[in-house]
């Protein structure tokens, strides 16, 4: 299986702070690789797909960017709704697997 | 718009048998893929089950193979996932997904239904 993980675990931030997260594959996964955002209680949401696409309806303040086996995903001015969890996933070979996550709070 | 309704989850015993349903509306479903993951408490995101637009593939992580099963009705526009041999580790929250159009990804989620195994 392709082991995923990301950095930090959490972080503390304010609101208008750029917040960068990383991803790294225990492979190369080329850029099959897409970020999530679950806030507390709810269902996850599709942010980016295939490392840098931005999916439709998401604000142009989240990006994404890598290959290969690493990955990095930016938020350029947190806003409150971005308190969530941050999850990468991959999707190049079966078992699809995801990150850990990384937990983003507020300072 | 897109719209994925989950529901079956509840408190069973070990070894048994559960069946959860996803019904889906406002896009073509015959036309897509369909997925479920699930989070246990606390915990991170697993990929379960995926299920191709016309029923034809299906694939599961070794974790559930063999005692999970995904399949589709697309004139009900509905995925099921029957869960057998169910044990502890399987209890979670179960989310039902829509596929990408293209690659694969995880591009709407349902609300989710609680599963719980535990005598």
């Known amino acids: 299986d392709i082991q995923m993980t990301q950095s930090p675990s959490s972080l503390s931030a304010s609101v208008g702070d750029r917040v960068t997260i990383t991803c790294q594959a225990s492979?190369?996964?080329?850029?099959?690789l897409n970020w999530y955002r679950q806030r507390p209680g709810k269902a996850p949401e599709l942010l980016i797909y295939?490392?840098?696409n931005l999916e439709t309806g998401v604000p142009s303040r989240f990006s994404g960017g890598g290959s290969g086996t690493d990955f990095t995903f930016t938020i350029s001015r947190l806003q409150p709704e971005d308190i969530a969890t941050y999850y990468c996933?991959?999707?190049?070979?079966?078992?699809?697997?995801f990150g850990p996550g990384t937990k983003v709070d507020f300072k | 718009q897109v719209q994925l309704v989950d529901s079956g989850g509840g408190v069973v015993q070990p070894g048994r048998s559960l069946r959860l349903s996803c019904a889906a509306s406002?896009?073509?479903?015959?036309?897509?893929?369909m997925h479920w993951v699930r989070q246990a408490p606390g915990k991170g995101l697993e990929w379960v089950a995926l299920?191709?637009?016309?029923?034809?593939?299906?694939f599961y992580p070794d974790s559930v193979q063999g005692r999970f099963t995904i399949s589709r009705d697309n004139s009900k526009n509905t995925v099921y996932l029957q869960m057998d041999s169910l044990r502890p580790e399987d209890t979670a929250v179960y989310y039902c997904?829509?596929?990408?159009?293209?690659?694969?990804?995880?591009?709407?989620w349902g609300q989710g239904t609680l599963v719980t195994v535990s005598s």
């Open positions: 997904a829509k596929d990408c159009p293209a690659g694969s990804c995880f591009a709407a």
């Open positions: 406002g896009f073509n479903f015959r036309n897509y893929g």
């Open positions: 299920i191709s637009y016309d029923g034809s593939n299906k």
């Open positions: 492979q190369d996964i080329t850029n099959f």
């Open positions: 295939d490392a840098s």
């Open positions: 996933q991959q999707y190049a070979d079966f078992p699809f697997t």
